[in-house]
């Protein structure tokens, strides 16, 4: 059985979708996911360097990123990509040949991403510095039907990551156990709360003494009781 998943994060750059892979990661090892980030920047940085910037060129390294996810996750492997990825088709693509896909579109209004970008690039892409600049002078085209959504102007690393989440689990690929524990809701050993803040018994043990007690003080008291009645009767 596969227990594999591609949770797959598109969106022009600067959305935070390193950032929220990034957290997603730990939290699935956490629950002994074995998981695996494929952030498109290092990758293509890395095994594609002397690809170019057209329309053709990212089309073809968002197929091989998809088939390397493909590849994973139908090897058990969480894999967690972080690309723009800004054409339907090729996402499409993606969804065909991955058979358990999760498309978390990540969005955030272009003035807003111009206005808190810390590379300079939209500024250099504005000031016709950088050609072919996704969102800019290229275009982005937003995905239609995808799982998640999220709103980085707006919306917490927390909350953001709590939607993928909840995705994976209405899906069937973590188990509500694993959420809890994801979350820190995991129930703990020992017995629950009195509503007073006293830990009530939790085993069965523990609720026998109550009675082996009680009887121990009746048994003391029919002593005394008696020990009174034969000083009087000796009277």
Request: aromatic fraction near 6%.
């Amino acid at each position: 059985m596969t227990t594999g998943f591609v949770v797959w994060l598109t969106g022009m750059s600067g959305t935070g979708k390193t950032t929220l892979v990034n957290y997603l990661a730990p939290r699935l090892r956490q629950v002994g996911k074995n998981t695996e980030v494929l952030d498109e920047t290092p990758l293509t940085a890395e095994f594609w360097g002397s690809i170019g910037d057209t329309k053709e060129d990212r089309v073809t390294v968002i197929r091989r990123i998809g088939m390397l996810a493909q590849m994973l996750g139908r090897n058990n492997v969480a894999v967690l990509v972080a690309a723009v990825s800004p054409y339907k088709a090729s996402r499409e693509e993606n969804r065909r040949g991955i058979e358990r896909y999760v498309e978390v579109y990540v969005d955030c209004p272009t003035d807003k991403l111009i206005e808190r970008d810390s590379t300079g690039r939209y500024k250099k892409a504005l000031g016709g510095e950088i050609p072919n600049f996704i969102g800019i002078t290229e275009p982005y085209e937003p995905p239609t039907a995808p799982e998640v959504t999220i709103r980085s102007d707006t919306e917490t690393l927390e909350e953001g990551g709590r939607k993928v989440l909840q995705s994976l689990l209405d899906l069937g690929y973590i188990s509500g156990e694993e959420m809890r524990t994801i979350l820190g809701e995991k129930r703990r050993t020992g017995g629950k709360k009195s509503p007073r803040g006293k830990s009530k018994p939790a085993a069965k043990g523990a609720r026998k003494a109550r009675p082996t007690a009680r009887a121990a003080r009746v048994a003391k008291a029919a002593k005394k009781v008696k020990k009174s009645a034969a000083k009087r009767k000796s009277r």
